[in-house]
């Protein structure tokens, strides 16, 4: 299934929905529907958020599945729940990132390619210890933007840039959990992409302290969360076999895939709990898939780093676009 946090209008509160065909169907309205019209009061537990509902993930997904089957898949607008419509066509709805307020942000650095590429301008070789050890960092939970949401620029930068990653998000939270059971944990998969501005994080790096008022700023998450049975035909051995591209202004600038990751999700997972507990909800970062941004690619290649006005598009197999138009301010 694809869920999504969504509003209808700009004044709305966040409202908690999955995809279905061409429409958003809305959790709460469709377990009303489903005990008005089915006699069902099953579903009338389910959280109301996805957040929330990550807390007993492998329970309450169970039960939305099963409400998933029992909606109507024709007409699906015409259905409604105290007089108002349990779905809404997805063009109508303004998404969110799925979960727009998790405890943490966790952003790995996974990708071999582009630890190269970066280390290399920094006139540095490979160290050894990034094959031994799943790094990261944390980055800023309360600047989370959802899919079609303009970005800011950031104040003071020269050099914005976008980062094509692919994300996953925790369910039920656990702590000391071993790569070996981290599946049990992973809720879902999503896009990332991690807007950072190059002439900020060159400065504190040379600090050895950061990222941090390089990323800070801003970073898109979406359009779905995406449970990992819809992935299931994507795995090769080991590995997720997804093509990873990122546009800019229609011109195709990236083209990676989640297959060249060198440390998996499960050996983050662990290393991220390692002491610590992961709370549902938390999400985590793959780092930049190679090719994945203008500092690698070199902005003399790309028409120069980002500005106002650009409109940024990237896309991951099965899990759909994330779109983002960078606003002046």
């Not at 409604?80 to 349990?86: M, Q, S, V």
Request: glycine share 8%.
């Amino acid at each position: 299934m694809k869920f999504v946090t969504y509003t209808q209008f700009d004044s709305d509160l966040p409202r908690f929905g999955f995809k279905k065909g061409k429409f958003i169907v809305d959790v709460l309205r469709a377990a009303i529907w489903a005990k008005q019209s089915q006699n069902r009061n099953e579903f009338l537990d389910i959280p109301t958020s996805l957040k929330r509902t990550l807390e007993q993930w492998h329970f309450h997904y169970r039960r939305l599945q099963e409400l998933s089957e029992l909606v109507p898949s024709m007409d699906l607008h015409s259905y409604t729940a105290n007089e108002k419509p349990i779905a809404l066509e997805e063009k109508d709805v303004t998404l969110h990132s799925p979960i727009p307020n998790p405890s943490t942000f966790r952003d790995f650095y996974a990708f071999e390619q582009h630890v190269k590429s970066a280390r290399k301008l920094r006139g540095l070789e490979m160290d050894p210890t990034w094959y031994e050890l799943p790094v990261f960092y944390f980055s800023n939970p309360n600047a989370l933007f959802g899919h079609g949401a303009p970005i800011p620029y950031p104040v003071g930068s020269l050099e914005m840039d976008f980062e094509l990653e692919i994300g996953i998000i925790i369910g039920q939270g656990g702590k000391n959990i071993a790569a070996s059971d981290a599946d049990y944990y992973i809720a879902g998969y999503t896009i990332i992409n991690d807007w950072s501005a190059r002439d900020f994080q060159r400065q504190e790096m040379k600090l050895n302290l950061g990222p941090a008022k390089g990323k800070d700023f801003a970073t898109s998450v979406g359009p779905y969360m995406v449970t990992p049975d819809e992935l299931s035909h994507v795995w090769s051995g080991n590995k997720m076999q997804l093509r990873m591209t990122c546009h800019v202004n229609g011109i195709k600038l990236s083209d990676g895939n989640t297959n060249d990751m060198y440390h998996s999700f499960a050996a983050m997972i662990e290393h991220a709990s390692r002491n610590a507990e992961l709370k549902p909800g938390d999400i985590i970062g793959s780092g930049t898939v190679g090719t994945g941004c203008i500092l690698e690619l070199r902005p003399e290649n790309t028409n120069g780093w980002l500005t106002s006005g650009d409109k940024v598009v990237c896309e991951i197999e099965q899990l759909g676009k994330l779109e983002n138009t960078i606003s002046s301010s």
